[in-house]
């Protein structure tokens, strides 16, 4: 059989993106056409398939939990670096060293925090690293962070802490010293911020197993892949889940228009919670 692609009609891309959009959520535009086809022609191909229509009724009849998990692994995107738009994470770092520094605080060695859509790791592993090294008081804490994704693969390897030193380019002298280089040229997170993360899959359409309040939320370029009711509907759940004064940090071509009266806007893409009524008592 070819190996190579396989030719896609309209009808069979607006099946594609109906199923996506039924499964995760994800509005795909026109401009994907050629991802669907690039990526997708391998599976159908492994399958001893050779036309869209017919994957796309294996998947609605007999497809396994692990093959429906494959098209959504396949059609989602994971582009991530290591402090991408630092400056969520000064504000961050300055935020909690409040709540750390504060004599008042009634929960006073309790901190959670989540990365929505965390993709391969950079983002909480970006977190926990600045946070540990800002305020070495955290690690007495109960800190935690949870790290979410629907892409299962991804979460497998955001689980190792590994990375190719490639990964580090760009940044600079001390942030490069937080991570341990290992003998084979691949450097690692050191297991102090590892033990804060822990990693899950989730799917943001479906139910939630998660309690608040977080301290904070970041969902960052998560939205841009849903419509408007839908970007409504995650942030309002989110706003549920973050403690009063609590912050949400999103992507740079993001905004919380849908939402904006549950938010305040306090900096670039920077909003802060004024919809919860949950106390920081633990959960």
Same mark, same amino acid.
């Given at each position: 059989?070819?190996?190579?692609?396989?030719?896609?009609?309209?009808?069979?891309?607006?099946?594609?993106?109906?199923?996506?959009?039924?499964?995760?959520?994800?509005?795909?535009?026109?401009?994907?056409?050629?991802?669907?086809v690039s990526r997708l022609s391998k599976i159908i191909r492994r399958?001893?398939?050779?036309?869209?229509?017919?994957?796309?009724?294996?998947?609605?009849?007999?497809?396994?939990?692990?093959?429906?998990?494959?098209?959504?692994?396949?059609?989602?995107?994971?582009?991530t670096r290591f402090f991408r738009e630092d400056h969520h994470f000064?504000?961050?770092?300055?935020?909690?060293?409040?709540?750390?520094? %504060?004599?008042?605080?009634?929960? *006073?060695?309790?901190?959670?925090?989540?990365? =929505? /859509?965390?993709?391969? !790791?950079?983002? #909480?592993?970006?977190?926990?690293?600045?946070?540990?090294?800002?305020?070495?008081?955290?690690?007495?804490?109960?800190?935690?962070?949870?790290?979410?994704?629907? %892409?299962?693969?991804?979460?497998? *390897?955001?689980?190792?802490?590994?990375?190719? =030193? /490639?990964?580090?380019? !760009?940044?600079? #002298?001390?942030?490069?010293?937080?991570?341990?280089?290992?003998?084979?040229?691949?450097?690692?997170?050191?297991?102090?911020?590892?033990?804060?993360?822990?990693?899950?899959?989730?799917?943001?359409?479906?139910?939630?197993?998660?309690?608040?309040?977080?301290?904070?939320?970041?969902?960052?370029?998560?939205?841009?892949?849903?419509?408007?009711?839908?970007?409504?509907?995650?942030?309002?759940?989110?706003?549920?889940?973050?403690?009063?004064?609590?912050?949400?940090?999103?992507?740079?071509?993001?905004?919380?228009?849908?939402?904006?009266?549950?938010?305040?806007?306090?900096?670039?893409?920077?909003?802060?919670?004024?919809?919860?009524?949950?106390?920081?008592?633990?959960?």
């Amino acid at each position: 059989m070819d190996s190579g692609e396989i030719s896609l009609s309209d009808r069979e891309f607006e099946a594609v993106r109906n199923k996506v959009y039924q499964l995760a959520g994800i509005s795909m535009s026109d401009a994907k056409r050629t991802l669907v086809v690039s990526r997708l022609s391998k599976i159908i191909r492994r399958l001893n398939m050779d036309t869209f229509t017919a994957y796309l009724d294996h998947l609605d009849r007999g497809a396994s939990g692990q093959d429906v998990q494959e098209f959504i692994n396949a059609l989602t995107t994971n582009l991530t670096r290591f402090f991408r738009e630092d400056h969520h994470f000064d504000h961050l770092s300055e935020y909690i060293g409040k709540i750390v520094n %504060d004599p008042a605080n009634p929960n *006073k060695s309790r901190l959670r925090l989540w990365s =929505a /859509g965390c993709s391969t !790791g950079q983002e #909480p592993y970006t977190i926990a690293l600045n946070l540990l090294a800002a305020h070495p008081k955290l690690k007495t804490w109960d800190f935690k962070i949870l790290a979410t994704d629907i %892409d299962t693969e991804v979460v497998k *390897k955001a689980q190792t802490g590994i990375y190719k =030193a /490639g990964d580090l380019s !760009g940044l600079s #002298p001390e942030r490069s010293r937080m991570f341990d280089t290992k003998s084979d040229g691949t450097v690692q997170i050191p297991e102090q911020a590892r033990s804060v993360v822990t990693f899950k899959t989730l799917n943001l359409m479906e139910d939630w197993p998660i309690r608040g309040p977080f301290d904070a939320i970041f969902c960052r370029n998560v939205a841009i892949y849903f419509n408007k009711p839908t970007q409504e509907k995650m942030f309002t759940r989110m706003g549920e889940l973050l403690a009063p004064s609590a912050f949400l940090y999103i992507g740079h071509s993001e905004n919380l228009n849908s939402v904006a009266d549950k938010f305040s806007l306090v900096g670039k893409t920077i909003y802060q919670n004024k919809l919860s009524s949950k106390s920081r008592s633990a959960a």
